[in-house]
């Protein structure tokens, strides 16, 4: 569909050409015109006059494209509505397109996605019906229906020659996304890491330190359980060496008691046998006695025999 300026500056075009032929070239022979035409060449190099006044006309003119242009905003507040601007015209039109306006979800112009600029708008009624910008990609000349994302842009713009930002809600299919975040991924892929692979290694981190605190429990129930181990060792064989000692001290205890008796056995065996020897000393010597008594010998008898055996003789 034509715009409206384009209609506009072609019937301005028609009528400028209508009036200049009513006041300059009616009633003339073709030879005349002619004639007129090449004169007005060569005076003034061309015969466009009329269609340059024409857009000059359209130039100062202000169309109802021009006032919305002027007085739009992106969010409109009671600051835009107040003093001689808010009561004008072009105003009046802006509040009115203002109010038609759909703003739960926005349309967003990604053309010049690689110079980080994106332009945003709200959607229309006819938008809201067909779905566009919720129900499919909300990327201008996309319709992609699968796939899609909500994303919530922290949306900065210069609007009326001051820096604003907004909050605003998209709804954009895989690779439109992608070309929303182009401008941070670039800044990643500068230091060599995509926001996917920081997420991985981001990942990554957090598993490798889930399993160091996993091992490290680990390790320390290992450890507890070696001390425990080692306790238990140390436990029983301190208790087989306190066996042993006492079945040491016990077995002393019986080798001295069994070489006393032995020793006392043998005490005993000999006082058996000095008493024997002595009980038939003495029987012998009673036999003996018995035997001398009985030859009439008596005991001063004996006595005598006795020193004579042991005297030493005198010296002559």
Same mark, same amino acid.
């Given at each position: 569909m034509a715009r409206f300026s384009a209609v506009r500056a072609d019937v301005y075009d028609r009528v400028s050409r209508s009036q200049y032929y009513r006041d300059n070239l009616a009633g003339l022979t073709?030879?005349?015109?002619?004639q007129r035409l090449l004169a007005e060449l060569q005076r003034d190099g061309t015969t466009q006059q009329p269609r340059d006044a024409a857009?000059?006309?359209?130039?100062?003119?202000?169309?109802?494209?021009?006032?919305?242009?002027?007085?739009?905003?992106?969010?409109?507040?009671?600051?835009?509505?107040?003093?001689?601007q808010?009561?004008?015209?072009?105003?009046?039109?802006?509040?009115?397109?203002?109010?038609?306006?759909?703003r739960e979800f926005a349309i967003a112009d990604l053309s010049r996605y690689k110079e980080s600029r994106i332009g945003m708008r709200w959607r229309t009624k006819q938008e809201v019906v067909s779905g566009k910008g919720q129900f499919t990609c909300g990327a201008r000349g996309c319709s992609e229906a699968a796939g899609l994302c909500s994303y919530?842009?922290?949306?900065?713009?210069?609007e009326a020659g001051q820096p604003k930002q907004a909050l605003v809600k998209l709804r954009l299919c895989e690779a439109c996304g992608q070309k929303l975040n182009y401008g941070r991924e670039k800044e990643y892929r500068k230091v060599g890491l995509s926001?996917?692979?920081?997420?991985?290694?981001?990942?990554?981190? %957090?598993? $490798?330190?889930?399993?160091?605190?996993? !091992? @490290? +429990?680990?390790?320390?129930?290992?450890?507890?359980?070696?001390?425990?181990?080692?306790?238990?060792?140390?436990?029983?064989?301190?208790?087989?060496?306190?066996?042993? %000692?006492? $079945?040491?001290?016990?077995?002393?205890? !019986? @080798? +001295?008691?069994?070489?006393?008796?032995?020793r006392r056995r043998s005490a005993d065996g000999e006082g058996s046998e000095g008493d024997g020897r002595r009980p038939q000393r003495r029987q012998h010597s009673a036999?003996?006695?018995?035997?001398?008594?009985?030859?009439?010998?008596?005991?001063?008898?004996?006595?005598?025999?006795?020193?004579?055996?042991?005297?030493?003789?005198?010296?002559?």
């Open positions: 073709a030879h005349q015109r002619h857009a000059a006309a359209l130039a100062s003119t202000i169309s109802d494209e021009d006032a919305l242009r002027a007085h739009h905003r992106f969010l409109r507040g009671p600051e835009d509505d107040e003093g001689e808010g009561g004008s015209w072009g105003a009046r039109l802006a509040r009115k397109y203002y109010a038609r306006l759909f919530e842009v922290n949306f900065a713009y210069v926001a996917m692979e920081l997420q991985d290694q981001q990942q990554q981190q %957090e598993q $490798q330190r889930q399993w160091q605190q996993e !091992q @490290g +429990g680990e390790a320390a129930a290992a450890d507890e359980g070696r001390q425990l181990h080692h306790r238990q060792k140390r436990k029983h064989k301190d208790r087989d060496g306190k066996r042993d %000692e006492g $079945q040491d001290d016990e077995g002393r205890h !019986q @080798g +001295g008691s069994g070489s006393k008796s032995s036999s003996d006695g018995a035997a001398a008594g009985d030859d009439g010998v008596g005991e001063a008898d004996i006595d005598r025999w006795l020193d004579d055996m042991f005297s030493v003789p005198a010296a002559q």
